[in-house]
């Protein structure tokens, strides 16, 4: 069976997406692994109408919802290959079923590389986050630290201070007059010595420790995870990528189009990183591949 679309990946940006083209009446068909990005956090916030709901109940009602239209077909599967042929593409899964489609659309997310400190994974999506706007407001209002490193440390600092009490983590940063400046205005204190473990019942927080033996009493601590692609699909199919200062994205044009004919992506992969912007990002794929469609059924 060969269908009009093959959404690969069933969360936030996949599910929008698909429910575009079903709506269009047009056959889909969903891969998904059912390992979405956020699936470390309890809760979900900034949701429009749905504030403080579970991810996993949002997909849930998302999927069942989704899956009323008659032209859609969900699998559980994680895709392994693609490759392009005549007609489209030719997927394959780990379940050894192999599945033919006119145009692919890639919801596949990103996989974050968090550093190696001591602590810190079993406290991800908890007490450890990157997302002021998704976890800001349940942390805030007591000493929230910021491990720097990365280009942005100071802009984000700055940000977070109406959260709380700031701490960042500067390590080695070579911080500038003016943004030592702007730092000290937002009421931010700055920590040079380098931050060696976290303690606490995970996966609440309770200290960072530093390399000099001393503790700094924290409720959260905010991180900046470099990200890669959550599967090697992209690379696999020859869509171009780009570097960004989170890591590697997915380029795509203004309708989701990858570098190559016939290839969309949205989500997280193409620099999106919460849920509202993932779903918006998955409705404009959705449409862009649906009017692609559309122009290729008229020429015909």
């Known amino acids: ?23 269009a009446r047009r056959e889909v068909l969903v891969i998904d692994s059912g390992l979405p990005r956020n699936r470390f956090a309890a809760h979900s ?21 989704l899956l009323d239209y ?43 590389e968090l550093p190696d400190l001591p ?38 600092a700055a940000l977070l201070a109406d959260w709380g009490q700031i701490t960042l983590f500067a390590h080695s940063m070579a911080l500038t007059a003016d943004e030592l400046a702007t730092l000290q205005r937002r009421g931010v204190s700055i920590e040079h010595e380098a931050v060696v473990g976290l303690e606490g019942e995970a996966p609440a927080l309770s200290a960072a420790l530093l390399a000099d ?9 905010f991180v900046t995870a470099r990200q890669q692609m959550a599967t090697p699909l992209v690379q696999q199919l020859g869509c ?19 570098s190559v004919p016939g290839i969309y992506a949205a ?3 193409t ?11 998955g409705v404009r794929a959705g449409v862009s591949l649906h009017h692609a469609l559309v122009a290729e059924d008229s020429a015909a």
């Open 45 to 65: 916030h900034g949701v429009l109408g749905q504030d403080g709901i579970a991810g996993a109940e949002l997909l849930r009602n998302a999927k069942a919802q």
């Open 213 to 221: 033996g001393r503790r700094v009493e924290l409720r959260a601590l």
């Open 240 to 258: 171009a990528l780009e570097e960004s200062p989170v890591g590697v994205l997915v380029q795509v044009d203004a309708g989701k189009q990858t």
């Open 119 to 156: 602590g810190l994974a079993e406290r991800w999506g908890h007490s450890v986050v990157h997302c002021p706007y998704c976890h800001g407001y349940e942390i805030g209002g007591g000493a929230i630290g910021l491990l720097g490193g990365h280009e942005k440390s100071t802009t984000m």
């Open 267 to 269: 989500g997280d992969a």
């Open 70 to 112: 008659p032209t859609v077909r969900w699998i559980s599967d994680t895709v392994t290959t693609a490759h392009a042929t005549v007609d489209g593409f030719v997927v394959a899964t780990a379940g050894n079923e192999t599945w033919a489609t006119r145009k692919l659309l890639l919801a596949t997310g990103i996989r974050d």
């Open 1 to 23: 069976m060969s269908f009009d679309a093959i959404v690969v990946g069933g969360s936030f940006a996949g599910l929008s997406a698909a429910l575009i083209l079903a709506r």
């Open 271 to 281: 620099l999106v990183g919460n849920i509202s912007l993932a779903s918006a990002e």
